[in-house]
């Protein structure tokens, strides 16, 4: 798999996430802060090959706000991961 930079970064309130598939199958795409603690999924399931995105409402699964700061995502797959750093200032 193969994330794109989030765009825009820094963002607020809301960012769109890129990621590209070399092949159809399985992917995981999360959001983490710095300590490595999951904040919210944004993509899980089957996805074909190709190009996709996912829009970030810097909220967490439980819908609330999330502070400013530096946040990871990660997209996983069987065929690897890849993880990039994204800033979220309010």
Known sequence: PRLTQNAPNPF?????????????????LDVYDTTGRRL????????SAGAHQVVWDGRDDRGVEV??????????TDA???????????
Do not use: W
Not at 12 to 28: C, D, H, K, M, Q
Not at 80 to 90: P, Q, S, V, Y
């Open 67 to 76: 502070p400013s700061g530096s946040y990871l995502y990660r997209i996983a």
């Open 12 to 28: 607020n309130p809301r960012t769109t996430i890129g990621f590209v598939l070399e092949e159809s199958g399985n992917a995981v």
């Open 40 to 47: 919210r999924g944004l993509a899980s399931g089957f996805h």
């Open 80 to 90: 690897g991961a890849e993880t990039r750093r994204m800033l979220l200032l309010k």
